[in-house]
């Protein structure tokens, strides 16, 4: 096994850049014109609870593949998956459209919590967990602007619903922001962003070969290449990638066994510590398997797996979505050497424009080997005039700037 070297460029290559432009331009022109035959009144707008969302999975799953922005962690094989462990007290607004037959148009999921900042002060906050870090909802790409004025205009009308709406790990920026920033101007409801933060994000553009060579560096690179040997050294060595379900139904235990050997497994934290968080990982895994929208990537050593990783997919974008390698043999650095190897797949793959790493800003080898980055926000809404949005702002910043000292304190102690 051996980490590709650079490939000679060909002697001319065409603008990728500018037919991607010239094409997102395109788009944007048709989805303003489909838009415009929407009205906010058009649609058929209700709250569902989670558990109750089996029955429209259908319309669901179709809803995920014309989403303006993707989000596997929304989608049906999923969310139904997380929905008894993670979705307990969660619900979601459903955008239809009013024509027969009805589509679902948009997929807002969210849990109300009716005490926040240790105050009784009702907030609907968006529905992500430790294992679903992103909070973009699902919305019909050609009428993006008019669902998500829908959705608003119900969270405003139901009194049932508060009047306070935050959305954690939304995209700061891309084509859902832009479409939810015209809709907050033209109701002119008050926002306020907070937890700005960014993540590794892979998004290879024009030439794709080589980019973990580039994202490293010279130096970098050579020891990555240099462990390899050595490991290679150790013994046979094999790298594997499961797509089909039944190759990934067996490797998923892997994985599980990796992660419970390691430090997580001491702390806890692993999925194979908790029944119920070991099961939700595989019906969520073998539900996206029958999808073709995962696969599992391993390194073994003479047969035995050292390292194991999970990328989920979904439309153009990918998610590098939990990693596990033996902690025995550390001094190979196989985590490593599996993220860069993933980090080729993926940019080689032109059906993929983006892959989210899914770790924390500061991780370090994320951050060294995947040179883009995603910004993300926590984003707090009054979805109506009478809301109490600046007591709640107030509260939010001196929320996040404890949690930004407890941070602080962390590392220091850490360090000492």
Same mark, same amino acid.
């Given at each position: 096994?051996?980490?590709?070297?650079?490939?000679?460029?060909?002697?001319?290559?065409?603008?990728?850049?500018?037919?991607?432009?010239?094409?997102?331009?395109?788009?944007?022109?048709?989805?303003?014109?489909?838009?415009?035959?929407?009205?906010?009144?058009?649609?058929?707008?209700?709250?569902?609870?989670?558990?109750?969302?089996?029955?429209?999975?259908?319309?669901?799953?179709?809803?995920?593949?014309?989403?303006?922005?993707?989000?596997?962690?929304?989608?049906?094989?999923?969310?139904?998956?997380?929905?008894?462990?993670?979705?307990?007290?969660?619900?979601?607004?459903?955008?239809?459209?009013?024509?027969?037959?009805?589509?679902?148009?948009?997929?807002?999921?969210?849990?109300?919590?009716?005490?926040?900042?240790?105050?009784?002060?009702?907030?609907?906050?968006?529905?992500?967990?430790?294992?679903?870090?992103?909070?973009?909802?699902?919305?019909?790409?050609?009428?993006?602007?008019?669902?998500?004025?829908?959705?608003?205009?119900?969270?405003?009308?139901?009194?049932?619903?508060?009047?306070?709406?935050?959305?954690?790990?939304?995209?700061?920026?891309?084509?859902?922001?832009?479409?939810?920033?015209?809709?907050?101007?033209?109701?002119?409801?008050?926002?306020?962003?907070?937890?700005?933060?960014?993540?590794?994000?892979?998004?290879?553009?024009?030439?794709?070969?080589?980019?973990?060579?580039?994202?490293?560096?010279?130096?970098?690179?050579?020891?990555?290449?240099?462990?390899?040997?050595?490991?290679?050294?150790?013994?046979?060595?094999?790298?594997?990638?499961?797509?089909?379900?039944?190759?990934?139904?067996?490797?998923?235990?892997?994985?599980?066994?990796?992660?419970?050997?390691?430090?997580?497994?001491?702390?806890?934290?692993?999925?194979?510590?908790?029944?119920?968080?070991?099961?939700?990982?595989?019906? #969520? &895994? /073998?539900?996206? %398997? @029958?999808?073709?929208?995962?696969?599992?990537? +391993?390194?073994? =050593?003479?047969?035995?797996? *050292? $390292?194991?990783?999970?990328?989920?997919?979904?439309?153009?974008?990918?998610?590098?979505?939990?990693?596990?390698?033996?902690?025995?043999?550390?001094?190979?650095?196989?985590?490593?050497?599996?993220?860069?190897?993933?980090?080729?797949?993926?940019?080689?793959?032109?059906?993929?424009?983006?892959?989210?790493?899914? #770790? &924390? /800003?500061?991780? %370090? @080898?994320?951050?060294?080997?995947?040179?883009? +980055?995603?910004? =993300?926000?926590?984003?707090? *809404? $009054?979805?109506?005039?009478?809301?109490?949005?600046?007591?709640?702002?107030?509260?939010?910043?001196?929320?996040?700037?404890?949690?930004?000292?407890?941070?602080?304190?962390?590392?220091?102690?850490?360090?000492?």
């Amino acid at each position: 096994m051996t980490v590709k070297a650079p490939t000679e460029h060909a002697p001319f290559s065409f603008d990728t850049a500018a037919v991607i432009d010239t094409a997102a331009v395109i788009a944007s022109v048709r989805r303003a014109a489909v838009a415009g035959r929407y009205a906010v009144d058009s649609f058929a707008v209700e709250w569902r609870e989670l558990s109750r969302l089996d029955a429209v999975s259908n319309e669901w799953r179709e809803l995920a593949a014309r989403a303006l922005a993707p989000n596997v962690f929304y989608e049906p094989a999923f969310a139904l998956a997380a929905a008894s462990i993670f979705g307990r007290d969660v619900g979601a607004v459903l955008v239809w459209s009013g024509t027969a037959p009805r589509r679902l148009l948009g997929f807002f999921p969210a849990r109300i919590e009716s005490r926040r900042y240790g105050l009784k002060l009702p907030v609907l906050v968006g529905w992500t967990h430790a294992f679903a870090p992103l909070g973009v909802p699902l919305v019909e790409r050609e009428a993006a602007e008019p669902v998500i004025a829908a959705w608003l205009a119900h969270l405003a009308s139901d009194t049932q619903l508060p009047g306070l709406l935050q959305i954690p790990f939304l995209p700061a920026e891309g084509a859902f922001a832009a479409a939810l920033q015209a809709v907050l101007w033209r109701g002119q409801m008050q926002a306020a962003e907070f937890n700005r933060h960014e993540r590794a994000l892979l998004a290879a553009k024009g030439e794709r070969s080589a980019y973990v060579e580039r994202a490293l560096g010279p130096r970098k690179y050579r020891e990555l290449r240099r462990t390899v040997r050595r490991l290679c050294e150790a013994g046979a060595v094999l790298y594997t990638t499961a797509t089909d379900p039944a190759d990934i139904d067996s490797a998923i235990d892997d994985f599980l066994e990796l992660e419970a050997s390691g430090w997580k497994g001491e702390a806890g934290t692993a999925a194979a510590c908790d029944d119920d968080v070991g099961d939700f990982v595989k019906t #969520a &895994v /073998a539900a996206l %398997a @029958v999808e073709h929208k995962i696969a599992l990537d +391993r390194i073994l =050593l003479d047969g035995r797996p *050292i $390292a194991a990783a999970i990328t989920l997919r979904s439309g153009d974008g990918a998610w590098f979505w939990k990693i596990a390698y033996d902690e025995g043999q550390a001094r190979y650095a196989p985590g490593v050497m599996l993220t860069a190897l993933v980090a080729e797949q993926l940019a080689a793959d032109v059906a993929i424009a983006h892959s989210d790493s899914c #770790a &924390v /800003a500061d991780h %370090a @080898v994320m951050n060294r080997t995947w040179s883009e +980055r995603l910004p =993300l926000h926590d984003l707090l *809404i $009054a979805v109506r005039p009478q809301a109490p949005f600046m007591r709640a702002q107030r509260l939010e910043t001196l929320r996040y700037a404890t949690i930004a000292l407890a941070r602080r304190i962390r590392k220091k102690l850490h360090r000492h």
